[in-house]
């Protein structure tokens, strides 16, 4: 399976402002890249996802870039709101394989 | 279509009792993963089944769990003679097609406490 290493564990940013959370992984095979955000006390759910192929995907105020080369992805939320703040997993899984997430970043958006 | 659906969403159990937690993926969705989240940590991969297969156990303990996913019915995750350190949050996904094609869905996950 691949080894997924996020960052900042814990995220702390005024309304309004931008976060940005970066993931990296170690298997060059991997091809997909989702990110997936838990609100308290709920299952987690995808909000956005890149395939190899392309360097960068945005969807409204959220968008994801892919640099295969250094073997990193990041999520990016502008114009943060309230009710962003979640915990964000990313993924990057190859194959028919089982997956696995990043340890998780606490994002926490201060009003 | 109505999404993952877990149940129970909050069990109780006494050390040594047993736990079953039940998933019933979305309809269509021959993949199953489950996985377990401890309080303000991350989701951590136990095992991954298709209909009547178990694909990947690897991340489950090899005492005590186990889990099936019959041809009719839902997934079922069993733990036997559980321990305080099986207190946790079991989260189950599903999926069309396995992840690295498509999304994974969740449930709101079952909340096992353990006295």
């Known amino acids: 399976g691949e080894n997924v290493e996020q960052h900042p564990s814990t995220l702390s940013v005024q309304e309004g402002d931008s976060a940005v959370i970066k993931c990296t992984y170690s298997d060059s095979a991997s091809n997909y890249f989702p990110w997936y955000k838990q609100e308290l006390g709920k299952g987690p759910q995808l909000i956005i996802d890149?395939?190899?192929?392309?360097g960068e995907k945005k969807d409204q105020r959220i968008a994801v870039t892919l640099n295969k080369t250094a073997k990193h992805f990041s999520l990016h939320i502008t114009e943060t709101q309230p009710e962003d703040s979640a915990v964000y997993f990313c993924a990057a899984p190859k194959g028919y394989q089982k997956v696995t997430f990043g340890t998780g970043t606490k994002l926490q958006v201060i009003p | 279509n109505a999404g993952v659906m877990q149940n129970p969403r909050h069990l109780v159990r006494r050390r040594g009792q047993e736990a079953r937690l039940r998933c019933s993926p979305m309809?269509?969705?021959?993949?199953v993963y489950w996985y377990r989240q401890l309080p303000e940590e991350g989701l951590k991969f136990m095992v991954y089944?298709?209909?009547?297969?178990?694909?990947?156990e690897s991340g489950m303990p090899k005492e005590r769990f186990s889990a099936e996913f019959p041809k009719e019915g839902p997934s079922i995750l069993r733990i036997q003679q559980v321990v305080r350190g099986d207190s946790a949050a079991y989260f189950c996904?599903?999926?069309?097609?396995?992840?690295?094609?498509?999304?994974?869905?969740f449930g709101e996950g079952s909340r096992l406490t353990v006295l």
């Open positions: 089944l298709q209909k009547e297969n178990i694909i990947d």
């Open positions: 309809k269509g969705h021959s993949h």
């Open positions: 996904a599903s999926s069309e097609v396995p992840l690295n094609t498509g999304e994974l869905f």
């Open positions: 890149i395939r190899s192929n392309v």
